[in-house]
């Protein structure tokens, strides 16, 4: 063919470890109900920016500092976003590549989270700890979509990689990462339970 693919958008997904995830996701969920429980300004803030739901983004945003659980998983994840950089081909130039943020997001009935990206990071992603047959996955925009002016829609049945937006189903258990650049949202939940996820970001220096 004489088309060629070039400048690529990549994602990442893959279960956190191999065994055990049942057993971790509990732990976690009832950390993350904890961490709501006793973060009153994380409520307040939610009350006003993230309507219906929980996040403890601008309270509480250095779990991994202050709770073993949260440090644990930051040491799993770590291997991942290792992985997925060297994947990208990234040249880290032998600096340390370190958690800078870690927080819960609670998602009840109707909660969403609009279209965003995650500023002075270089890997972004999130951790699906409790997912209700139904909840909503990560849904990616196009990061050229603002560009394509006068361009005609795509057709319905184009492939995967020809489409504007791309949805990754949420499962517990599941590590989705992306280069923080990249613009995403959740859809509202529509399901009568909470879903549960912990986001993060990578640096490094």
């Not at 779990?63 to 990208?88: C, D, I, N, W």
Request: glycine content about 6%; some cysteine.
């Amino acid at each position: 063919m004489p088309v060629r693919s070039w400048f690529a958008t990549q994602l990442y997904c893959a279960p956190l470890q191999r065994t055990g995830l049942a057993r971790l996701n509990a732990e976690l969920a009832v950390e993350c109900r904890q961490v709501r429980d006793y973060d009153a300004a994380g409520r307040r803030w939610s009350a006003k920016h993230y309507p219906g739901g929980y996040t403890s983004y601008a309270s509480m945003n250095e779990l991994h500092r202050f709770s073993s659980t949260f440090g644990g998983l930051e040491q799993k994840l770590q291997r991942h976003v290792l992985a997925f950089a060297r994947h990208l081909e990234l040249d880290l130039r032998g600096r340390t590549v370190r958690m800078s943020d870690c927080w819960v997001n609670i998602m009840p009935p109707t909660a969403a989270h609009s279209l965003h990206i995650h500023p002075l990071s270089f890997i972004s992603g999130t951790y699906y700890v409790a997912t209700p047959r139904g909840c909503p996955g990560l849904k990616f925009e196009d990061p050229r979509l603002s560009n394509f002016m006068a361009a005609p829609p795509r057709l319905t049945s184009a492939r995967p990689a020809h489409r504007a937006h791309v949805t990754y189903p949420a499962r517990a258990g599941n590590v989705v990462l992306f280069e923080s650049w990249l613009r995403h949202e959740v859809p509202p939940n529509q399901v009568d339970d909470e879903r549960i996820s912990i986001s993060f970001n990578f640096n490094w220096s």
